[in-house]
């Protein structure tokens, strides 16, 4: 599986890791007179997203997949989510399966320790019914104030998946920019479609380390890193391959954020920088 070619950004093979290519981050958040340390609110979840089912002629049925195992800290403080396993069906669907899942943030407000920290991690892990595997994913987001340039907070993440494969083929390694995007097609088992022995048929794409920020030039800047974005479309066909419903998929896994805990300036527009790789599956030991 290759990942999607975009405008100035090259794919180069590796025999050993996946890798999502770093590109610098820095990001601008309220600075504490008194102290000069940066207020930081930091969160992280396993999962979320949505789903809208829309049948022919009918407005669509929608269901919104609230964040999964969510931890939130704000200025100061340490917090854990840890759960064995999540799972959820919609409409018949398998949309989500995860196991040892571990949310954690921690930030601190001290001259000695100023940082704003989120973790999600996850061991095996898929969705749509296996349409999309891992064997483990670790989606971190750590900010602190930058050493050299005042008033200014370097952001850094360094995304580790394993074993990742989209219907069941493995990602093929080598180092990939953040935010590289993998075509998803492939078949889901869902039991409403019942013309074709409950077959549909899905495709859509999948974006690696994908990054947003919110708020550019105003008194809350915010930045939100998703490790994997999965969206797109199955269709129920009849016997005649006329379209009978479509199911839309928005499922982000891995969410991370961080934002100004205390706003009250304008900011910076923020730079923001990413790391992350993907390495292959380990290998079973006899």
Not at 130 to 157: F, R
Not at 163 to 190: E, R
Not at 251 to 262: K, P, S, Y
């Amino acid at each position: 599986m290759q990942a999607n070619r975009k405008a100035g950004r090259t794919i180069a093979t590796h025999t050993a890791i996946l890798m999502v290519a770093a590109m610098g981050v820095t990001l601008g958040l309220s600075r504490s007179a008194a102290a000069q340390t940066d207020q930081f609110s930091s969160v992280a979840n396993a999962i979320s997203g949505s789903v809208a089912k829309t049948f022919v002629g009918v407005l669509p049925s929608s269901v919104t997949i609230a964040p999964v195992d969510q931890s939130t800290t704000v200025t100061s403080g340490s917090n854990s989510v840890p759960a064995n396993s999540a799972s959820k069906n919609v409409f018949g669907v398998e949309v989500y399966n995860l196991s040892t899942i571990n949310d954690s943030t921690d930030d601190s407000d001290t001259a000695a320790l100023d940082v704003g920290g989120a973790t999600a991690t996850t061991g095996a892990g898929s969705l749509l019914g296996g349409l999309v595997t891992w064997k483990s994913n670790s989606a971190p987001l750590a900010c602190s104030p930058d050493t050299t340039i005042t008033g200014q907070v370097d952001c850094e993440s360094t995304q580790i998946t394993t074993g990742l494969t989209i219907n069941g083929a493995t990602i093929s390694t080598g180092p990939y920019p953040a935010g590289s995007s993998f075509t998803v097609t492939g078949k889901l088992t869902d039991p409403q479609c019942l013309l074709l022995a409950g077959i549909e048929s899905f495709s859509g794409s999948l974006v690696l380390q994908e990054t947003h920020f919110s708020g550019v030039e105003t008194d809350n800047v915010i930045l939100r890193e998703v490790g994997i974005h999965l969206v797109g479309d199955a269709i129920c066909k009849t016997v005649g391959l006329v379209s009978l419903f479509s199911t839309h998929y928005d499922l982000a896994v891995g969410g991370t954020v961080i934002g100004d805990a205390q706003p009250y300036r304008k900011h910076r527009t923020p730079h923001a920088s990413v790391h992350a790789q993907v390495e292959p599956a380990p290998v079973a030991t006899p």
